[in-house]
């Protein structure tokens, strides 16, 4: 069946525009996960999903950075007036019920902000 | 401190060695993954385990819940093995927490 997508695979905005990142996870699971990778860095969580609730925002950089799902499915990840530290590949996965079960990643949006 | 350390960051081996990645953890958890991040990025999910030890081909990982530790182990590595190998540990807070990752280059 169908992997993780993301949407766009690559991003490039100028700084202060706002982009919208999205996540179309695995059929029937129902955790959803964004993380962060900065050039040369690890994986970064920035918030977790379990249905259309986020128990956990606690890795959300600053509140420029939001993030929603709708119908248990697809996640958008938005970043308001975007700076040039923003820049950095954003992956999403998904598992079956919570992050005690695999977990399935997405290819990623590589996000430019020049 | 990291909560969770990895070593070594940085690996080469010649085709057919055998190969070990360590990671340390500081917190109690409830499963380790290893993952597989490869050169265009897309990250893979080798193994979740919770005690004892899993194979997986030529792949095989330990735990050690009581000293912390977990080892990811190749046999017979190949260039195609060259990747990074994140250790990441579900620490009972909905949110995993990863270590900064092994890059392995396996040459021919």
């Known amino acids: 069946g169908a992997g993780v997508s993301q949407s766009p695979s690559n991003k490039v905005t100028e700084k202060g525009k706002d982009v919208e990142l999205r996540c179309d996870p695995i059929?029937?699971?129902?955790?959803l996960y964004w993380y962060r990778q900065s050039l040369g860095q690890g994986l970064e969580f920035l918030i977790y999903?379990?249905?259309?609730?986020?128990?956990?925002k606690s890795g959300l950089p600053s509140d420029r950075f939001s993030a929603e799902r709708t119908g248990g499915s697809v996640s958008t990840l938005t970043i308001q007036r975007t700076q040039q530290e923003d820049s950095a590949v954003y992956l999403c996965?998904?598992?079956?019920?919570?992050?005690?079960?695999?977990?399935?990643f997405g290819p990623g949006t590589r996000l430019t902000v020049t | 401190k990291n909560e969770v350390e990895q070593s070594p960051q940085n690996l080469t081996a010649q085709e057919g060695e055998f190969i070990t990645i360590n990671c340390s953890y500081s917190?109690?958890?409830?499963?380790l993954h290893w993952l597989q991040q490869h050169p265009g990025g897309g990250i893979v999910s080798l193994f979740m385990?919770?005690?004892g030890k899993k194979k997986h081909g030529r792949l095989i990982a330990t735990i050690n819940i009581q000293e912390k530790h977990s080892s990811l182990h190749i046999t017979a590595s190949h260039p195609r093995d060259s990747a990074v190998y994140i250790c990441?540990?579900?620490?009972?807070?909905?949110?995993?927490?990863f270590g900064t990752g092994t890059r392995l280059q396996v040459f021919p």
């Open positions: 996965a998904s598992s079956l019920v919570s992050i005690h079960y695999e977990q399935y």
């Open positions: 059929s029937g699971h129902t955790a």
């Open positions: 999903f379990q249905g259309n609730s986020a128990p956990d």
């Open positions: 917190v109690g958890i409830s499963a």
């Open positions: 385990l919770s005690s």
């Open positions: 990441a540990v579900d620490s009972n807070t909905d949110k995993l927490i």
